[in-house]
């Protein structure tokens, strides 16, 4: 695809029906959504990690601020991080005015992605339902829906009545063992297609000049009098005045390489998908007493998550123990799923902060940025979390939006104090 603008931006293929007829009929190849590169020396700026968050912060340095001379690299391929494990949960029904201000404007820019990068991302605004079993349960819910009405974002309690009203498969039987007493709903949530959203911004990106390289390690990160000079990688040093951080599960092994210390801990978190059914639920429902959550994919499988592991480690195995546990506690809220059968289970790795809230920003070493405690929750976060950081880097400055979430707020004492919307409803 030709060069337009000596930049090495190119213009990608239109996607619509009517080149999808063409092709159908033609038979042509479609072109590949993304060019390969050889690394260059130097790059004005090198994200590390190319899940989501890499590949939307370089979009957003190209499209908002046109800073195109950027890098992302990859140990593995594009995705294969969280991006492309998650449970692909949305949802902006957080507990903190500062985190639903936040979660509140990814989830207005995912409904316009689609629109926006040409590229079907599948949101499905679906309601996010989380159920409570006890009255302190029910008191943190409606604690959110105040928080949230008053930030505008549309979450109210439901009682037992509307909760089977939505979602008639559900035991709401006093006799249940642990009863549904209410619950937060949140017409705004959904699903999406983690993938597509992945493909979409590394599309968008390269299109826009940035190289994305994959199998591409960075195995070590240059700092000369407190600034950052350059990465070295498996495939060679690159020169670079900016490196962001954006390795999640990985984050704190990449951040020691600038020698930068994070209070963050990796926990594997596992999930689980069924053969597919004709579509019965359509809503995601949350249980965070008995630590799982359930949807129903466009496709008709269930897909089930739950909280972390109980241990910090990098293994991405999935176990017995927590198959077992999640279908039990599947069964105390929707006894006729006993028949299903389970096709997969699978684990990715969680960078877990104290206070279950993102650290983005600048570091204590110049040019040297973080985006990453995103624990169970950050594939939301994407697309604000990249508009940010590009800024963040385009001018100098912290974006109001994630002023809260700066690294130094550990050693001031300013948590924000997000675990209550966060532990299990990811
Ligand atoms: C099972 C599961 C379910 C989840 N469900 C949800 C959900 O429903 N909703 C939600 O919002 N979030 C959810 N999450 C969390 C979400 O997936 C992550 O927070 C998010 O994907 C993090 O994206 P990222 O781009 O920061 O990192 P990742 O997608 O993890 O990408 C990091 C990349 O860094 C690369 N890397 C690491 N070290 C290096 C290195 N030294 N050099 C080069 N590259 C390196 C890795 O190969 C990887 O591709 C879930 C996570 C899991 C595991």
Redesign the pocket.
């Known amino acids: 695809m030709a060069d337009l603008t000596g930049r090495g931006q190119r213009r990608a293929a239109r996607y619509s029906a009517v080149a999808l007829l063409r092709h159908g009929i033609g038979g042509g190849a479609w072109p590949r959504a993304w060019r390969t590169h050889e690394p260059k020396r130097s790059y004005q700026v090198v994200i590390?990690?190319?899940?989501?968050?890499?590949?939307a912060t370089a979009y957003y340095l190209a499209r908002n601020h046109g800073i195109t001379d950027v890098a992302v690299?990859?140990?593995?391929?594009?995705?294969?991080?969280?991006?492309?494990?998650?449970?692909?949960?949305?949802r902006s029904n957080y507990l903190t005015p500062e985190g639903v201000r936040f979660y509140d404007r990814s989830l207005g820019m995912y409904e316009r992605l689609a629109a926006e990068l040409n590229y079907n991302v599948m949101f499905s605004r679906r309601g996010h339902l989380t159920l409570a079993h006890s009255d302190a349960s029910l008191r943190t819910m409606r604690w959110r829906a105040e928080v949230n009405k008053l930030s505008g974002v549309d979450s109210d309690i439901a009682d037992p009545d509307e909760v089977k009203r939505l979602v008639p498969f559900l035991d709401t039987s006093a006799g249940a063992r642990y009863p549904i007493l209410g619950a937060l709903y949140h017409p705004p949530g959904g699903i999406i297609r983690?993938d597509a959203v992945v493909w979409g911004y590394a599309r968008a990106a390269d299109s826009l000049g940035v190289h994305l390289h994959q199998d591409?390690?960075?195995?070590g990160i240059d700092v000369v009098g407190g600034r950052v000079s350059g990465v070295r990688?498996n495939r060679g040093p690159i020169a670079t005045g900016t490196v962001i951080n954006?390795?999640?599960?990985?984050s704190t092994?990449?951040s020691a390489l600038a020698g930068v210390r994070m209070p963050v801990q990796t926990f594997?978190?596992?999930?689980a998908v069924t053969e597919p059914v004709k579509p019965f639920l359509h809503t995601v429902v949350v249980s965070g007493t008995l630590h799982v959550y359930v949807s129903q994919t466009d496709r008709g499988e269930l897909v089930f998550?739950a909280s972390v592991d109980p241990f910090a480690s990098y293994s991405t195995r999935g176990s017995l123990e927590f198959i077992e546990g999640l279908a039990g506690h599947v069964l105390e809220l929707m006894p006729s799923l006993a028949q299903l059968r389970l096709l997969r289970q699978?684990?990715?790795?969680?960078?877990m902060t104290p206070d279950f809230a993102p650290i983005m920003g600048s570091t204590g070493v110049d040019g040297f940025l973080v985006?990453?405690g995103?624990?169970?929750?950050?594939?939301?976060?994407?697309p604000v979390a990249g508009e940010a950081m590009a800024e963040c880097v385009a001018t100098g400055r912290t974006p109001e939006i994630i002023a809260a979430f700066g690294l130094d707020r550990f050693e001031e004492g300013r948590l924000v104090a997000e675990k209550g919307a966060a532990a299990v409803g990811?």
């Open positions: 590390v990690g190319g899940g989501v968050h890499g590949l690299l990859d140990k593995g391929y594009l995705g294969g991080g969280g991006s492309g494990r998650n449970t692909a949960i949305i983690h591409t390690e960075v195995t990688t954006c390795t999640a599960g990985w092994l990449v594997p978190l596992q999930a998550g699978w684990a990715g790795l969680c960078d985006d990453v995103w624990g169970t929750y950050g594939f939301k976060a994407g990811h």
